[in-house]
């Protein structure tokens, strides 16, 4: 931080997006080591925070083996020196010369396809001294994309891979983002399960026509957070939102509402008794609209306050509520902060240009993240 940067949270504008250092190294040290347990590999998607400081945080200051959405976030950690990346989005030929210039540039960078297609866009673009990693995305029930774990596509895809000149096939990717809408922990346990089981059958037909399989991951905060026994067998895993945590997480039984390590800051800017609601300065620009307001809270949750209810918001400013009753006005003076555990980390996080990371009320660092695609 410069001299000039705020020094406490009580000094900041609102909104703001505040980071408590002490429960992202948390969250990052309990999943590693939950890992380590296990016997796989972890490979911390990037996609909620998109910053090098917690990139850094979740690979122990090795900056390698990573998961982005985005060829910007390829692009943003391969010039701060970040190594072995993996662009985890089926690739087209528009992609290609961005995803060529990162082959050249890094030790390991890893794209991914789920058709021919994807295969012929790169195989036609040679670079020199290298060779394409590829990663075959697989659809273990999700529903959302990837060979199907069980077609003979998905097998042939793999035979046409290691056939091509210039290529090599880097393993299998699967996302379990059917844990999203589980009911219970068990559910979501159930869904590690299948997917593992899944995708180490395919694996299995894959060793069977003479193809070894060098990784099998999968991944989701849910999954990767109260995994299943199964889960063990696997080269690696991938989850992301576990370096936050956030409302949704809490509900699905990956953490603790004590766990999440985010919140938006917002202040009271109105009294309106006549309607029974706080107006404060925290709109859906700061906070997403993720949740639709489904919670019995509104669209998140009011640290140390119950008793209300984020009930609406628009643009750049939001009603606050009582959950019951008639709200005292006395106690939400004009100018009070309140401070909202988002429903979605990742979804809020993309609202802020800038992290306040503070520990107790001294913030101790500002993060700025990527942007753009």
């Not at 408590?20 to 040290?29: G, L, M, P, Y």
């Amino acid at each position: 931080m410069t001299t000039n940067s705020p020094s406490s949270i009580s000094s900041l504008d609102t909104p703001a997006l505040l980071v408590d250092i002490r429960k992202v190294e948390r969250n990052a040290t309990t999943m590693a080591q939950r890992c380590h347990q296990m016997g796989v590999s972890l490979r911390p998607h990037m996609k909620t925070h998109k910053t090098i400081e917690a990139a850094e945080i979740m690979t122990n200051g090795t900056k390698c083996h990573i998961v982005v959405s985005t060829l910007a976030e390829a692009e943003f950690y391969a010039s701060h020196g970040f190594d072995d990346v993996l662009f985890a989005q089926p690739l087209t030929q528009e992609k290609v010369p961005r995803c060529a210039q990162l082959v050249a540039q890094l030790e390991e960078f890893h794209v991914m396809i789920d058709s021919t297609s994807g295969l012929d866009a790169i195989s036609s673009r040679r670079v020199p001294g290298k060779q394409w990693s590829v990663f075959i995305k697989v659809d273990c029930g999700y529903g959302r994309a990837g060979v199907s774990h069980d077609s003979a596509d998905g097998v042939q895809l793999v035979q046409y891979l290691v056939s091509t000149p210039g290529v090599k096939f880097a393993g299998l990717y699967a996302h379990c983002g059917d844990s999203y809408n589980a009911d219970s922990p068990e559910e979501v346990k159930a869904i590690g399960h299948r997917t593992a089981q899944n995708i180490l059958a395919f694996a299995a037909k894959l060793k069977k026509e003479g193809i070894e399989c060098p990784t099998v991951s999968i991944g989701s905060t849910p999954t990767c957070s109260q995994p299943a026994d199964t889960m063990a067998q696997l080269t690696e895993v991938h989850p992301g939102n576990y370096i936050f945590y956030d409302v949704q997480q809490s509900l699905l039984g990956s953490c603790q509402l004590e766990d999440i390590a985010v919140q938006v800051m917002t202040r009271v800017i109105g009294h309106y008794p006549v309607n029974n609601h706080l107006l404060v300065d925290c709109g859906w620009t700061a906070l997403s609209l993720h949740s639709l307001g489904q919670l019995p809270t509104g669209f998140g949750i009011i640290d140390g306050h119950p008793e209300l209810k984020l009930s609406s918001m628009t643009q750049e400013v939001g009603k606050v509520h009582a959950v019951e009753g008639t709200l005292d006005f006395d106690k939400y003076p004009i100018g009070t902060v309140l401070k909202i555990l988002p429903y979605h980390a990742c979804a809020t996080a993309c609202m802020h240009p800038k992290y306040y990371v503070h520990s107790g009320e001294a913030i101790v660092a500002v993060w700025k993240p990527c942007r753009g695609w």
